[in-house]
């Protein structure tokens, strides 16, 4: 007989509670210790870590910087609850390891996806791979920030429906986009681009993304 999973309930500062937290990563017990949540109810992706908070660059920082003059395709958002260093009774929650003190912090973000490895056809691999290249290029160009951690396990592939290998979305805040994000062009738009234009034609990419 299977176990029930067991799920977490998350008390936002603000009062509000949501349920059904289930971890879908736990890293190492020592260290960061990294953990995943997520509620597929309320579309939420809680990650915890354990973090040198003298550290130069913050995670939620440089989201909020990415981020700060509408959205960035490609990179996930953050929510505007529950960010930062987590506290208890005014003070910092923290644990020492290997002569560093460490503290833990928390932040929500709105974005989930699939790992890379998840996705079975080659041809979404590819795309996927390309888009990566494209936001990479963007990051550095448009915000001066070049990402220096890029692994199988921080590429998160979007979709509409249940099936991995049908559909990838990259984002549904279209509205809200950068205005600065200048030639950013993902795949699906260039190819488009490529099937749409006549033979004396060129295609039109100049700020094309989903």
């Not at 290249?133 to 592939?157: P, Q, T």
């Not at 549904?172 to 004396?200: H, P, R, T, V, W």
Request: proline content about 4%; aromatic content about 6%; charged content about 30%.
């Amino acid at each position: 007989m299977n176990k029930p999973v067991p799920t977490f309930t998350w008390r936002c500062q603000n009062g509000e509670s949501l349920r059904g937290f289930g971890v879908k990563f736990a890293g190492k017990a020592l260290g960061r210790r990294t953990t995943i949540l997520f509620n597929s109810h309320n579309e939420v992706v809680l990650k915890e870590q354990y973090i040198d908070p003298d550290h130069r660059f913050l995670e939620w920082e440089l989201l909020n910087k990415i981020h700060g003059t509408g959205v960035f395709p490609g990179v996930v958002r953050l929510k505007e609850q529950d960010i930062g260093l987590v506290k208890r009774d005014t003070k910092n929650i923290s644990v020492e390891h290997e002569g560093k003190i460490r503290c833990k912090s928390r932040i929500c973000m709105k974005d989930k996806g699939i790992p890379l490895l998840k996705v079975k056809k080659l041809l979404i691999v590819l795309k996927v791979l390309y888009d990566l290249l494209e936001v990479i290029r963007k990051l550095h160009e448009c915000r001066g920030i070049l990402h220096r951690d890029i692994s199988a396990g921080n590429i998160l592939v979007r979709r509409e429906d249940d099936n991995p290998n049908e559909h990838i979305q990259y984002d549904d805040d279209s509205k809200n986009y950068a205005q600065d994000l200048g030639d950013m062009c993902f795949i699906d738009c260039m190819l488009k681009g490529l099937d749409d234009m006549s033979e004396d034609s060129e295609p039109d990419t100049s700020g094309a993304f989903p």
